[in-house]
């Protein structure tokens, strides 16, 4: 296969950021493989797939038409709104197609095995893509299936939306080696996810939870293990129990639900014991002033978050939603290998790269997307 480069928007560089994303110029080495987690990815796989969204993001008139024909199955065991419309509209913008089977009646498994739904699959679709109760669930299918397999969420990880996540934070502030982010509350699937992605891209992250409420063990030792081997200077992980210690001079601050769904039995214990974790304005107070506030969504408003947080200048809430759609439609661009198929755009006329612009804040409605 022979590889092209793929001019990216520079992105909208922050106070402190000097340096843009480069254009991606990597091999394609995603092609045919899962994303289960993140823990299967290198530096240059993440680098790969950052790239890829920004030239998605920035041309989406050069991959209409990349994925014609593929054929995306989401089976979903729990609830949602961002993740089941960002892959169908991702995928309908390239010219493919998705069907959503619902799961929260039952869950996948229960009524053949597998193996069974596996190997009925790989013979109809292109890609698979799985929000389950457990992450074996999602290992499970991607060893029998002979097509990519995705996690759309999992009990353990969260691999797509901490993809978005980062790609926000480099729109934001441009390279993200030595970024301080401060993660705060349940050292949850999202946690994982985000410190992982993090280690790879530089960034160095504080997570602050109650005790016993961190990460899990083997996802810090996981992410040791992706510091060692990574080919650039690796991002960091701290975990403490003391919020303000987290926040001090971040960032960005970043925040979730405190209960997870499966864990509504445990909500009432839960709310007191993260009430201290709450980032309101006084907890912003104490990151950079230029510090952002990011949260996966669904918010509980007046929990985990206070609304003059949510819905100040300093949050990012809704880019990191957007941005679910370009990073994911980078996923299955690379995942089927679509990427060969997209024009390079240096052979698209100046004309056409001008009319390219980052978001900016304003005080109308308007889309950031001005076609797809």
Known sequence: ??????????????????????????????????????RDLSAADVRLILDTAHAVKAHPELYRQVLSAKQLVMFFEKDS?????TFETGINTLGGSAIFIDQTASRLGA?????????????????????????????????????????ALSDIEHPCQALADI???????????????AYVGDGNNVAHSQLLTAVLTGANITIASPNGYGPKPEFLAAAEALAA??????????????????VSGADAVYTDAWTSMGQEQEAELRQTIFAPYQVDSKMMSQAAPHAVFMHCLPARRGNEVTDEVIDSAQSIVFDQAENRMHV???ILLLLLDGIRNAAPLDAVSESRLEGVRPFTRSPRKRSTLPQF
């Open 81 to 85: 709104l961002r993740t089941r419309l």
């Open 111 to 151: 009524r053949e095995t597998l193996a069974d739904v596996a190997h009925n699959l790989e013979r109809w679709i292109d890609v698979i893509v799985l929000r389950t109760y457990s992450h074996k669930t999602i290992t499970d299918m991607a060893k029998y299936a002979r097509v990519p397999v995705v996690n």
């Open 328 to 330: 994911q439609k980078a």
């Open 167 to 181: 790609f926000t934070l480099e729109e934001r502030f441009g390279d993200l080696r030595g970024l301080r982010l």
């Open 229 to 246: 081997a990574a080919d650039i200077p690796a991002g960091t992980v701290t975990c403490v129990t003391d919020p303000s210690a987290a």
């Open 1 to 38: 296969m022979t590889t092209k480069s793929y001019a990216l928007r520079p992105p909208a560089i922050g106070p402190d950021a000097s340096t843009s994303a480069p254009a991606p110029q990597l091999p394609n080495t995603l092609a045919g493989r899962d994303l289960c987690s993140i």
